[in-house]
């Protein structure tokens, strides 16, 4: 499968199966609305909704653009993103790994911003590195905490634990804060970092 329309409506349909089959009524959105493709309620009380942005790659890719859009904060604590990544054959089943948006902004900061400032590499290389920001990549190696975590969606984002890996903590203490979080960081990162 080429077509990145029809790979993200393959990842799209496969959340909306996974989330259907939990026991949430679900709703693809229409084109254009920020930060969701999918809107979900429990069919049971007390009814919670959740907004999901799906994100998918194909078999033998395992990274997923995070634009800047995508690092936007989030505007309500029911937020999440599913990345997808496709089996290798159209009938293997996907990966999925369940992230809270504001997981996924600070994720995609600290893995861009030590891409281009690590301290490891030469200097010739890091003169290189001008890819901005909106180019920003996760692999499925930074979100393994995350596969299979559709039990977080029942809860408010900012009751999620941060899953990122252990170097991330580390890395996050020297690259900082995401800009949009300068004014008001969420309550997770300064325990976190």
């Given at each position: 499968?080429?077509?990145?329309?029809?790979?993200?409506?393959?990842?799209?349909?496969?959340?909306?199966?996974?989330?259907?089959?939990?026991?949430?009524?679900?709703?693809?959105?229409?084109?254009?609305?920020?930060?969701?493709?999918?809107?979900?309620?429990?069919?049971?009380?007390?009814?919670?909704?959740?907004?999901?942005?799906?994100?998918?790659?194909?078999?033998?890719?395992?990274t997923?653009?995070?634009?800047?859009?995508?690092?936007?904060?989030?505007?309500?604590?029911?937020?999440?993103?599913?990345?997808?990544?496709?089996?290798?054959?159209?009938?293997?089943?996907?990966?999925?790994?369940?992230?809270?948006r504001?997981?996924?902004?600070?994720?995609?900061?600290?893995a861009?911003?030590?891409?281009?400032?690590?301290?490891?590499?030469s200097?010739?290389?890091?003169?290189?590195?001008?890819?901005?920001?909106?180019?920003?990549?996760?692999?499925?190696?930074?979100?393994?905490?995350?596969?299979?975590?559709?039990?977080?969606?029942?809860?408010?984002?900012?009751?999620?634990?941060?899953?990122?890996?252990?170097?991330?903590?580390?890395?996050?203490?020297?690259?900082?804060?995401?800009d949009?979080?300068?004014?008001?960081?969420?309550?997770?990162?300064?325990?976190?970092?």
């Amino acid at each position: 499968m080429n077509d990145t329309k029809l790979i993200g409506s393959a990842g799209e349909h496969w959340v909306c199966s996974v989330l259907a089959a939990q026991g949430w009524a679900v709703a693809l959105t229409r084109d254009g609305l920020a930060h969701s493709d999918i809107l979900a309620v429990q069919s049971q009380p007390p009814r919670l909704m959740i907004e999901v942005q799906v994100k998918t790659a194909s078999h033998g890719t395992s990274t997923w653009r995070v634009n800047r859009k995508a690092q936007e904060e989030a505007l309500s604590p029911r937020e999440w993103f599913v990345f997808v990544l496709l089996g290798e054959r159209p009938w293997d089943a996907p990966r999925g790994f369940v992230v809270p948006r504001d997981h996924v902004a600070a994720a995609a900061h600290i893995a861009w911003t030590n891409w281009r400032t690590d301290p490891e590499v030469s200097e010739e290389t890091l003169k290189k590195r001008n890819t901005p920001i909106d180019q920003a990549r996760l692999h499925d190696y930074d979100l393994l905490g995350y596969q299979d975590r559709w039990d977080l969606l029942c809860e408010p984002t900012s009751n999620a634990p941060v899953l990122l890996p252990p170097h991330f903590r580390t890395l996050a203490g020297r690259v900082g804060l995401p800009d949009q979080w300068k004014l008001n960081p969420p309550e997770w990162w300064e325990s976190w970092v």
